[in-house]
């Protein structure tokens, strides 16, 4: 693939110099005071950049999303929970993959592709029995964005633990742990904060530390949040982690708090989004009728031309959108709207669409 090569991707995002000045730098050993501190001051800025409480606690994975997805669950409920799984894609269907897994037992919350979550469709689960709800937030395979307000309202009055996988929506739309009650962030470096991939991040409440992680048995020795919740007290991870990316994470930390902090960044995601999607008026496609991410847009075409639109784009052009798998494929694709891209890449990004249209 061409070194220039530009991604509209959600993740890898087309990463900012900044970033790629770190990853340029010799990686250093890390069982030192200095890392210690460092790692230190990466909790401390998770914690600010998600709202979440100053009693709260952050596990640092060297895994991908779907690795913390598995080990937030993992740790969290076991064969005497009950939970329900908002699932409305691929990533819904990996919770509840995850669950099968792990004899965890769970209803799931079926939506269909183009069907927005309601707070009647959730009424039919109240007075359930659950423990838990399990959602990811932006469910990037069809694009929908959940109301986070009204999943709050119904894990309160049903008093369920939320775990939010917040990998595409962390640092793209409005997020607070405390306002909506969060008791387990899901967050991966690849995707808001435009890092290289490989860490994945669980911002935990500390009502689900104490009432559901800690005395657990977890049948893991790598994914053990105990192990983890101890480790991090001083700075450290139990096993070897991505240290580079770490460093990573530092940098862009502390440039999106002394730029304005969560709200700034998500001003800047918001205004990408809106520019893409105002110049796509007139053009042969159309958005979905449910909420959207700032994240993403999912296009859908009027004929079945997505891939060939995609190989067009990554073959001829060096531009990389992404792809959607399973029914949509032939006619969605997603266009994103974070990392390093100004309005003039849209603008070249839209007259692409309008000569392929035209071809």
Known sequence: MKQDVKLFTVGPAQMYPHTLEVRNRVVPY?????????????????????????????????????????????NSFDEKD???????????????????????????????QDEALTASRLDAYDAKDYTGLLVNLHETYTGQLYDIGMIHDF????????????????LCDEYHMRRYGIDATIVSSQKGLCLAPGLSMVVLSRRIIEQKIEGKQTASLYFDFQDYLQNIRRGQTPFTPCVGVLFELHDMLSRIIQAGGADSRVDEVRARSE????????????????????????????????????????DEKSIMVNPVGGELGKSSIRVAHIGDLQFSDYDILIEEMKYYFCM
Do not use: W
């Open 30 to 74: 890390f069982r030192t005071p200095e890392f210690s501190a460092l790692m230190r001051e990466n909790r401390e800025m998770m914690l600010a950049l998600t709202d979440a409480d100053d009693d709260a606690e952050v596990i640092f994975l060297t895994a991908s999303g779907s690795g913390a997805m598995e080990a937030a669950v993992m």
């Open 275 to 314: 520019y893409f999607r105002a110049k796509m008026t007139g053009l042969p496609v159309h958005l979905p009728t449910f909420p959207l991410s700032n994240a993403i847009t999912p296009v859908r075409f009027e004929q079945e031309i997505a891939m060939d639109f995609f190989t067009y784009l990554k």
């Open 82 to 112: 009950r939970l329900l799984i908002i699932s409305g894609g691929t990533f819904g269907e990996r919770f509840e993959k995850i669950c099968e897994i792990h004899h965890i037992p769970f209803d799931a919350l079926r939506l269909g």
């Open 155 to 170: 894990c309160s009055r049903n008093d369920l633990y939320l775990i939010v996988d917040a990998i595409s929506t962390f």
